[in-house]
């Protein structure tokens, strides 16, 4: 298993020899606005490039997934670069909808009981991006999809990963460690916070780090979705600096292999 870190939750995993491109955003520094409503909201983003020897157009790939779409996790440059007879697995049919609007081929929806993949086995996961009971409403209120999903993936041959996506620490994340046992775990933890009430994260901060850390001990804890949204309130240094002995905070483009 090899995880490869591009920048925010942008990752290829190769996994039992297949490559998963998870969640693509492609487009160069300082693109697009910061967010409206969330922390930092005049930092444009990306706040970093894309590392300089990454050449989407040349990498070889077995699949995409994309764990929901937001706007800091995909983008026009992806649509124009990826190839659209790749298969494209998505959360749910709102998600295929728009994905294959984009002109893709071939997109599939994981199932929580398992989607089979040439030797991999996908099992889509619950999360919680930011308090259900406050930041679903404010969605709503946008118009922007709240849902998001994880991805489990086991194999005959690799350790169980667990990518825990766009998630707080809650019951969810909880559940799905104790259903998969999983050896490595991806989470996203810049502590990407909105602007309602006292703040309002979306996916883990400091706290939820240490817990996550300290409930699966035996886990192999890594750090992604780091120093690139405008509205995050964690830095990589800031993980860091907990000094936990089960939680690693890869740079962009750093390879880790298990």
């Given at each position: 298993?090899?995880?490869?870190?591009?920048r925010n939750?942008?990752?290829?995993?190769?996994?039992?020899?297949?490559?998963?491109l998870?969640?693509?955003?492609?487009?160069?520094?300082?693109?697009m606005?910061?967010?409206?409503?969330?922390?930092?909201?005049?930092?444009?983003?990306?706040?970093v490039?894309?590392p300089?020897?990454?050449?989407?157009?040349h990498?070889p790939?077995?699949?995409?997934?994309?764990?929901?779409?937001?706007?800091?996790?995909?983008d026009?440059?992806?649509?124009?670069?990826l190839?659209k007879?790749?298969?494209?697995?998505?959360?749910n049919?709102?998600?295929?909808?728009?994905?294959?609007?984009f002109?893709f081929?071939?997109?599939?929806?994981i199932s929580?009981?398992?989607?089979?993949?040439?030797?991999?086995?996908?099992?889509?996961?619950?999360?919680?991006?930011?308090?259900?009971e406050?930041?679903?409403?404010m969605?709503?209120q946008?118009?922007?999809?709240?849902?998001s999903?994880?991805?489990?993936?086991k194999?005959?041959?690799?350790?169980?990963?667990?990518?825990?996506?766009?998630?707080?620490?809650?019951?969810?994340?909880r559940?799905?460690i104790?259903?998969f046992?999983p050896?490595?775990?991806?989470i996203?933890?810049?502590g990407?916070?909105?602007?309602v009430?006292?703040?309002?994260?979306?996916i883990m901060?400091?706290?939820?780090?240490?817990?996550?850390?300290?409930?699966?001990?035996?886990?192999t804890?890594?750090?992604?979705?780091?120093?690139?949204?405008?509205?995050?309130?964690?830095?990589?240094?800031?993980?860091?600096?907990l000094?936990?002995?089960?939680?690693?905070?890869?740079?962009?483009?750093?390879?880790l292999?298990?």
């Open positions: 298993m090899k995880i490869h870190q591009i939750a942008t990752i290829i995993i190769t996994y039992n020899n297949k490559r998963f998870i969640d693509p955003w492609l487009m160069p520094k300082d693109f606005p910061g967010f409206e409503g969330a922390m930092n909201s005049k930092v444009r983003q990306p706040r490039d894309l300089k020897d990454f050449d989407i157009n990498l790939l077995d699949a995409i997934i994309l764990t929901h779409f937001h706007p800091d996790h995909f026009e440059f992806a649509v124009k670069a190839d007879n790749i298969p494209f697995y998505v959360q049919e709102i998600d295929l909808n728009i994905i294959k609007n002109g081929n071939d997109v599939r929806i929580e009981n398992g989607t089979d993949f040439e030797g991999v086995k996908l099992f889509k996961t619950q999360c919680q991006h930011g308090r259900r406050v930041v679903k409403p969605c709503e946008i118009g922007m999809p709240y849902d999903m994880g991805i489990a993936f194999s005959d041959t690799e350790k169980t990963l667990y990518v825990a996506g766009d998630t707080i620490w809650c019951d969810e994340v559940t799905s104790d259903k046992n050896e490595i775990i991806v996203n933890a810049c990407a916070t909105v602007l009430g006292e703040g309002e994260r979306l901060d400091i706290a939820d780090v240490k817990a996550i850390s300290n409930y699966a001990k035996n886990s804890i890594i750090a992604s979705h780091m120093d690139t949204v405008s509205h995050l309130t964690v830095t990589r240094e800031d993980i860091k600096a000094k936990l002995n089960n939680v690693f905070v890869p740079d962009d483009n750093e390879i292999e298990y």
